[in-house]
């Protein structure tokens, strides 16, 4: 966790990481509120589409009596909305704390430049009031200032010390249809970045008991690398051992069918390794248009065109059939947009079921979380090519859309006989009058009624859109309904390519079949090379460019430049490790300890992974190593050479794996008064005699030279009586007992802190708020008022994280730990 760790590398990353995530507390320069007040000089969006309101009038998505409602809520900038991280009771305390310290203040309307502000309230729909919602605009916020010195400086504080996650209303939807379990396992195909996965990795973690792992596990996918490494510092907060990442093309998820085995001793596997790797749950939340979102990406209005969604749909069929297949019968998947275009959402939701045949069953869950405002799936939809709208496949007889997005879904073959039959019966369809007649619009037998589109004005949220899928029966590729269409599955992504203006011989990739490793590059007879009116959006182009050349990089096989995820047989090192900090046998760690090292000896880093997890990485073995691993499970040990003591262990304990080890460590271990836990947080390192408690000095003296870890005495009482004493990204939940400890270093005559000085900081201001506040200020950023101080920070700390995973072993910087011990 040492930063400053500069060099050139690092600010590239730093830079791709501020371009690449969404800066949540900090409205970007060249944007205005939204809401139109065109503050810091800049003009405000343009939220006007004339193509837009055209596009979804026809649509019928909203009744003409609310259109105006509908519309007017779009223009609006959206609601603050976040989550109270965790379950349980540590989560429910900082909940009834918050309402106390922070809200009940505001229980009545408040008015701001006569506008008439609600109340801050919980989500209704959100389990256990863990949601919240505030109104206030940003502008608001800046000119009241209860509010701002109040609410916005606690929020960017917790979400700083990962306690509360922002995140959009809608977006906390998805995953509380996939009805996860703890033991279940999750794949979250376009995870990044990441607050889904988060919810997800809660449930795995809900039930969890002091010094118990959880059986579930979670594999976060996502195909852009930059995303992924936001993916691993957002999930990193909670400190889970059950969490992979990697990095894929979704819609190419290997299957990890076993391919050959290989002589190691721990390639013996107990995973199901003739279906090859298959989940509990799939969560696909595509890549999408996004028109949903419009009240926070007001630059949407100005790029919009029903081309977006067009160019999107055969991308989102792909990846969600490869979720199919990677699902386990008996599994539940859930489709997700942040869209509100059917082409995107009930298209794509009738084209599963269609190319399923059969085995997936659309859920009607109206009754799940009743509280949710809705609306039920259309049945009907057109779609708008180029130049003109379709009602039906009847009429596009230059074949310019995919018959999958019509409500009928019909295939090539059969539009073909049809209007062969139509030729034979001298009812000349094909008659190329340039004003094809509009057929009557098509209405979809499937029960798309089943899925949901959440409006924004029905509850002041963002659009989304959702579909909850069981799996019912196995999943054979051939579509029942029409088996003699051998490329009735495939056809999509060879038409693709010409929605991306260039020409294509209509050859696609299937979506796999868990069966299979290797992709199928099938022959699609059908797919069209249609110059006539290519849909083409510019985004939808750039992603399916980036996309191909993706691809090309996706081989199906052994990942070169990405450092396998080994397991640490290297028994002296487990044995020294045990020895030293007396881990008890409840935490095994034979087969859980992973490296991304072949040679041991220069190993820097060692991984902690549950079972779930390291069973996934021996299939990964077995299957001749498929996966392409970004992250897997929690970093728990760092190398750290002992000058002082060449025979002691090399390795301290990393600040995150410290809530794993805690309940299982024996040896190295402290518990300090108040007074001697502030004095150990200041900035240089404290001689022995200058602290208080001489129990605590002489137990001191008698550890060994090295790492050691400092326990708060009685942290897990104080957190019930006092929000501010306990709210700490050090202060984690085991079980009911919240504890607030350190990694250390005992060295001979001193005592220093092995956790960044800016976290040691926060801890400072959390567990002594009143000293801090008297003391300097500007010392301290968590203080700061200026956002950019908690944005660098943030951006600083994520990079740290990058060169990490990123550089694997060799690059690993011997630096790290002598910076953080700079008081030493
Ligand atoms: C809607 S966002 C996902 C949001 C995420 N589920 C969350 O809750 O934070 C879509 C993501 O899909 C990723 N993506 C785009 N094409 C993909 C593909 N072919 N395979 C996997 N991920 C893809 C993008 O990088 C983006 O991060």
């Not at 990795?201 to 995303?227: C, F, T, W, Y």
């Not at 490869?322 to 959402?345: F, H, K, Q, W």
């Not at 009607?364 to 039920?376: F, K, Y």
Request: with cysteine.
């Amino acid at each position: 966790m040492g930063r400053g760790k500069g060099g050139k590398r690092g600010r590239t990353q730093r830079r791709d990481f501020r371009d690449g995530r969404e800066n949540v507390w900090k409205k970007p320069r060249e944007q205005g509120d939204g809401d139109g007040d065109g503050d810091g000089g800049w003009a405000p969006f343009v939220v006007e589409s004339p193509a837009f309101e055209e596009y979804y009038k026809k649509q019928g998505i909203v009744p003409e009596s609310e259109w105006e409602q509908f519309m007017a809520c779009l223009r609006k900038s959206l609601p603050t909305t976040f989550r109270i991280n965790g379950g349980g009771q540590y989560a429910e305390c900082i909940r009834d704390q918050m309402r106390r310290d922070f809200f009940d203040c505001l229980k009545d309307e408040t008015e701001i430049d006569g506008e008439v502000i609600e109340p801050p309230r919980t989500l209704p729909w959100y389990p256990n009031d863990l949601a919240w919602h505030l109104s206030f605009s940003r502008r608001q916020l800046r000119k009241a200032s209860i509010l701002q010195s109040r609410i916005h400086e606690f929020l960017k504080e917790e979400n700083e010390l990962g306690n509360i996650t922002r995140q959009e209303a809608v977006s906390m939807v998805p995953p509380l249809f996939l009805d996860v379990k703890p033991n279940h396992r999750i794949l979250d195909m376009c995870a990044a970045p990441g607050s889904k996965t988060f919810q997800l990795l809660e449930v795995i973690h809900k039930d969890d008991q002091p010094g118990a792992l959880s059986q579930g596990m979670v594999i976060a996918n996502d195909l852009n690398v930059q995303r992924c490494h936001l993916l691993i510092h957002q999930t990193k907060r909670m400190c889970s051992p059950n969490i992979l990442v990697t990095n894929h093309e979704a819609q190419h998820f290997p299957g990890l069918k076993k391919k050959k085995l290989e002589g190691r001793s721990f390639l013996i596997c107990v995973v199901r390794d003739d279906t090859g790797l298959l989940f509990d749950r799939v969560l696909c939340d595509v890549p999408c248009s996004g028109d949903g979102t419009m009240r926070k990406a007001p630059d949407l209005w100005k790029k919009w065109s029903p081309g977006m969604g067009n160019g999107l749909h055969c991308l989102q069929i792909q990846i969600a059939m490869r979720g199919v297949a990677l699902l386990e019968v008996g599994g539940r998947m859930v489709y997700s947009t942040c869209s509100l275009n059917p082409i995107e959402d009930e298209a794509v939701v009738g084209e599963i079921l269609r190319q399923s045949g059969g085995c997936m069953e659309l859920l009607d869950v109206s009754s799940e979380l009743p509280t949710l405002r809705r609306r039920p799936g259309l049945k009907s939809w057109k779609v708008r090519g180029r130049r003109r709208w379709f009602s039906s496949y009847h009429e596009d007889k230059y074949r310019a859309v995919l018959p999958s997005m019509f409500p009928s879904g019909k295939r090539m073959a059969q539009i073909t006989r049809e209007r062969e039959g139509d030729m034979d019966s001298g009812n000349n369809v094909e008659n190329p009058s340039e004003e094809a007649t509009e057929s009557e619009a098509e209405v979809s037998e499937l029960p798309l009624e089943r899925c949901m589109r959440i409006l924004p004005h029905d509850q002041d949220t963002g659009g989304f859109f959702i579909a909850a899928f069981q799996k019912v029966g196995p999943y054979k590729r051939k579509c029942s309904y029409e088996s003699s269409s051998s490329h009735s599955c495939c056809f999509c992504s060879g038409v693709s390519n010409s929605f991306s203006g260039k020409k294509s011989r209509g050859r696609g990739k299937a979506p796999q079949e868990a069966e299979e490793n290797v992709d199928n590059d099938t022959e699609n007879p059908e797919a069209v090379d249609n110059d006539n009116e290519p849909d083409n959006a510019q985004s939808a182009e750039l992603e399916l460019d980036s996309q191909r050349e993706n691809r090309k990089q996706q081989k199906q096989g052994p990942w070169h430049g990405v450092d396998p995820v080994l397991f640490l047989e290297d028994d002296q090192i487990i044995r020294s490790l045990a020895s030293y900090y007396g881990i008890q046998e409840s935490l095994p760690l034979s087969g859980h300890l992973v490296v991304r090292s072949e040679d041991t000896s220069r190993v820097k880093r060692i991984y902690y992974v549950s079972k779930s997890v390291g069973d996934v990485a021996r299939l990964n073995f077995r299957s001749g190593q498929m996966l392409k691993i970004t992250s897997a499970g929690l970093k728990i040990f760092e190398r750290h050479s002992n000058k002082e003591d060449a025979s002691a262990c090399n390795f301290r304990i990393a600040s995150e794996g410290l809530p794993l080890l805690l309940p299982h460590l024996t040896k190295q271990l402290l518990y300090a008064t108040k007074d001697d836990f502030k004095l150990l947080l200041s900035p240089s390192a404290v001689p022995f005699v200058a602290f208080k408690d001489p129990a605590f000095t002489s137990a001191m003296q008698s550890l060994l030279v090295g790492c050691c870890v400092v326990v708060l005495k009685d942290s897990g009482k104080s957190f019930m009586t006092s929000l501010k004493f306990s709210i700490s990204l050090f202060c984690f939940a085991v079980g009911t007992n919240d504890v607030t400890a350190v990694g250390c270093w005992r060295g001979r005559t001193n005592m220093s802190l092995l956790v960044p000085r800016v976290e040691a900081d926060q801890m400072l201001k959390r567990l002594f708020p009143e000293e801090v506040e008297a003391g300097d200020r500007t010392s301290n950023p968590v203080n700061a008022n200026e956002d950019d101080t908690l944005e660098e920070q943030k951006g600083d700390e994520m990079d740290e994280h990058t060169i990490e995973e990123d550089e694997g072993e060799e690059k690993g910087d011997e630096k790290d730990g002598r910076h953080t011990l700079e008081g030493q």
